[in-house]
């Protein structure tokens, strides 16, 4: 099995795993905000890591050497992540998704610059493909503008820095030590943040099971994020993370009644062209002096 398709299946987990969140987030946003969504679902997963590092014998892998590099990180993701659960209480749960694939464009533009990968014509048409199904499936226009549309917009370069980073990381750093500084370091981000007004609301017996799966579901999907990364090259890991917005979509149809027609079809028929041929083209390809070079760095 190549790496490319394996990163895929890791990623399909990811999709699942973001897909739940967006639900479980729009379920607690009635009773706390995105802060103290942001530190209860890290509260979860310290707990979750420190147990699983503890039963496997990882703790050795927790290291301070990349410290930096973890907390430029740290606070790009939860800067963005903020703002992704404040935009899906404003906008339909498609746009939110939409919005944030714009992610890939800075990915794809910066990784030459931060991560040193290399730019390839598919790649690039891959991405070009996937935003023009976004565009087609969002239509974003003046009659719609929603200050949800910018927070969500806003978001996608935070999740777009945090993935070169969290991708640099793979080069010295196992997931453990990723996943351990991703919870530590956003839950002290999220004490500070709810608690500036010394008012940090507790949640309802109602919100605690949507909480935990909030928690369960972000480590899980930075788990398999931060896995297709370490296989694969992020230009190309990202790209895939597409099929989640024709999946969100048919969800956001089916339990809130938002409107879903032609166009979500005709979006999600390009983003999956543009993937299944960049996926195609990344499995048939020779391994270049690149690709070997990135394969000893891992």
Known sequence: MSDTI?????????????????????????????????????FVGVLIVVVVSALAGTQGQITRRSMGTHLVRNLAHFTGQNLWFYSLTLIPLAQ??????????????????????????????????????????????????????????LSAIGFAFSIMLTKRLTRTETTTCILFYLTTMQAVFGILCAGWDFDIALPSAQSVPWLILIGCAGLLAHFCLTTALSIAPASVVVPIDFVRL?????????????????????????????????????????????????????
């Not at 706390?32 to 209860?40: G, P």
């Open 6 to 42: 394996k990163a895929a299946i890791w990623m399909i987990g990811a999709i699942l795993s973001f897909s739940s969140m967006a639900i479980a987030g729009r379920a607690v946003s009635f009773e706390l905000d995105t802060f103290e969504i942001m530190m209860y679902r890290s």
């Open 96 to 153: 939110v998704f939409a919005l944030e694939f714009t992610s890939p464009l800075w990915v794809l533009v910066l990784s030459p610059l931060v991560l040193g990968e290399r730019l390839t014509p598919m790649r690039l048409l891959a991405a070009v493909m996937g935003f023009i199904g976004i565009l087609i499936v969002a239509r974003p226009g003046v009659g719609t503008f929603n200050i949800g549309l910018v927070t969500a917009a």
């Open 246 to 298: 024709p999946v969100i979509a048919v969800i956001g149809a089916l339990f809130y009644n938002e409107p879903m027609d032609i166009f979500v079809l005709i979006g999600a028929i390009i983003i999956f062209s543009g993937n299944y041929l960049n996926i195609l083209n990344e499995t048939r390809a020779p391994k270049t002096a690149d690709t070997r070079a990135e394969s000893r760095d891992r």
